[in-house]
């Protein structure tokens, strides 16, 4: 039974992408959609993302320092495990199960209670493709700005390693320094980039779908902000398999 409704529902999914993508009626109106949902999508979701890459960066930092003390060890390891943790997996998985939590239940929500007020009704009324109209501008603005956000949260999470550095005084800045710039890789800055992108489309996307097939009234718009929470973060956690193996 479970089988059947995920089919049912991936088939649903499909049909209304096959909608979504299509030219917008007005390209004016588009691009003011677009930009609107990149600083409610983007924008808005930066202090939250600074806030908590800036501790999860002090506390990898000093957790490495603490559990890992070895003579055989060297002193800037702390520095290299921090960069490598937030490059290949925090700040760009991590983050966006963070974000399919915030941006993801907004867009559930929105599209969800404008279903159960009936202005999408109306939209489809008035000869509008309501598809495209209200979900292609959510999905373009946070692809759009999910890479930034990531850039954001790698130079935060560093900067919260600094700060262990500098006021907790559990490793010299010196030492810190000289492991994050130990064996660099910049393709594993630009593998977290990418895979954020795919990260973005799938919450955008899910979230959407959830809320605008929402049937019934408010108790059913907050079950739907919960299915798209919970169907993002498993998607975003198998595709992060599949691209991480792909691309590495």
């Given at each position: 039974m479970f089988i059947i409704n995920a089919l049912k529902d991936f088939g649903a999914y499909l049909r209304l992408m096959g909608?979504?993508?299509?030219?917008?009626?007005?390209?004016?109106?588009?691009?003011?959609?677009?930009?609107?949902?990149?600083?409610?999508?983007?924008?808005g979701s930066?202090?939250?993302?600074?806030?908590?890459s800036f501790f999860i960066g002090a506390?990898?930092?000093?957790?490495?320092?603490?559990?890992?003390?070895s003579a055989w060890m060297p002193v800037w390891v702390s520095g290299y495990t921090t960069?490598?943790?937030?490059?290949?997996?925090?700040?760009?998985?991590?983050?966006?199960?963070?974000?399919?939590?915030?941006?993801?239940?907004?867009?559930?929500?929105?599209?969800?209670?404008?279903?159960t007020s009936q202005q999408i009704d109306a939209l489809e009324m008035m000869g509008v493709n309501s598809a495209s109209y209200l979900i292609l501008p959510k999905i373009l603005g946070l692809v759009t700005t999910i890479p930034f956000l990531v850039i954001f949260s790698t130079v935060s999470g560093i900067i919260g390693a600094y700060a262990t550095a500098y006021i907790g005084h559990i490793l010299t800045p010196t030492d810190l320094t000289l492991g994050l710039q130990h064996?660099?890789?910049?393709?594993?800055?630009?593998?977290?980039?990418?895979?954020?992108?795919?990260f973005a489309f799938i919450i955008s996307s899910v979230s959407a779908f959830f809320g605008y097939t929402v049937e019934g009234g408010s108790v059913e718009v907050g079950k739907a902000a919960t299915r798209s929470v919970v169907s993002s973060s498993m998607l975003i956690l198998f595709s992060d398999l599949f691209l991480t193996r792909l691309l590495s």
């Open positions: 909608r979504v993508f299509s030219r917008p009626e007005r390209m004016r109106m588009f691009f003011k959609q677009y930009l609107e949902e990149m600083h409610t999508l983007g924008v930066i202090g939250i993302v600074l806030l908590i506390v990898i930092c000093i957790q490495i320092k603490l559990n890992i003390q960069r490598e943790i937030m490059l290949l997996e925090f700040s760009s998985s991590i983050m966006c199960l963070i974000l399919a939590g915030k941006a993801g239940s907004n867009i559930a929500s929105e599209l969800g209670t404008m279903r064996q660099f890789t910049e393709w594993f800055f630009w593998m977290g980039v990418i895979k954020s992108l795919f």
